[in-house]
């Protein structure tokens, strides 16, 4: 299965500024997902993003806010935007690969 | 919209006693996956199941499909400390679409 390399692991920020997150796969996916798993909450999909197209927004979620690249077959990136508090959440991306999904090891953002 | 429904959210048990952790929907998935969680870390994948009515067992973990392939289960024989962690619930109704989780069983085991 896929190896997944998430930076940065952890952050701490002032509201107001932006956090990129990077996702780096040790080989070729079409869809990468990305996620937000709030405090002691389950996981909730923010987009999917496929290389080469606009990433694909689920309800409640924007791209002003998320604005994703994804560059090629192996990298993508998540933008947390003009951060707020209640954006403190673990972000975790994921791919789909032979029989299953990986996760990176996501990104614990606080936001003070 | 796929909804996975997941319970108990909240399970703290002896060392040694049996537990069951249920997923249910109303929604087929093609496959159904079950993840256990440590702070800080993302989700690892214990288990796939693919087809109705299978079971896969993973020492004391033992997992199943459901027939109609619209639930699952995960059974902890014997529990132990080391078992306490978040167990997620996963499905995707295709191959390479976005995972729908359960709200997660957090599990605490007492020695």
């Known amino acids: 299965s896929a190896v997944i390399s998430q930076k940065p692991s952890r952050d701490i920020c002032q509201r107001g500024t932006s956090l990129t997150i990077q996702c780096q796969v040790d080989s070729q996916v079409t869809m990468m997902f990305w996620y937000r798993q709030q405090p002691g909450q389950s996981l909730t999909l923010i987009a999917t993003a496929n290389q080469g197209s606009e990433a694909t927004y689920e309800s409640g979620f924007v791209i002003d806010k998320f604005p994703i690249s994804r560059p090629n077959l192996t990298f993508s990136t998540l933008t947390v935007s003009n951060m707020s508090p209640e954006d403190s959440s673990i972000y975790l991306c994921s791919v789909f690969q032979g029989v299953g999904y990986t996760f990176g090891s996501g990104t614990r953002l606080t936001v003070v | 919209t796929q909804l996975l429904e997941q319970s108990p959210q909240f399970l703290s048990i002896q060392e040694g006693e049996n537990l069951t952790v249920y997923c249910n929907s109303s929604?087929?998935?093609?496959?159904l996956q079950w993840y256990r969680q440590e702070p800080g870390e993302g989700p690892v994948l214990l288990v796939t199941?693919?087809?109705?009515?299978e079971v896969k067992k993973l020492k004391r973990l033992t997992f199943q499909f459901g027939d109609a392939r619209k639930d699952s289960s995960l059974h902890i024989t014997a529990a132990q400390p080391g078992d306490t962690g978040l167990y997620l619930c996963a499905g995707s109704v295709q191959r390479n679409t976005p995972l729908v989780f359960g709200k997660g069983t957090r599990l605490s085991v007492i020695a």
């Open positions: 929604s087929v998935f093609s496959s």
């Open positions: 199941v693919v087809t109705g009515g």
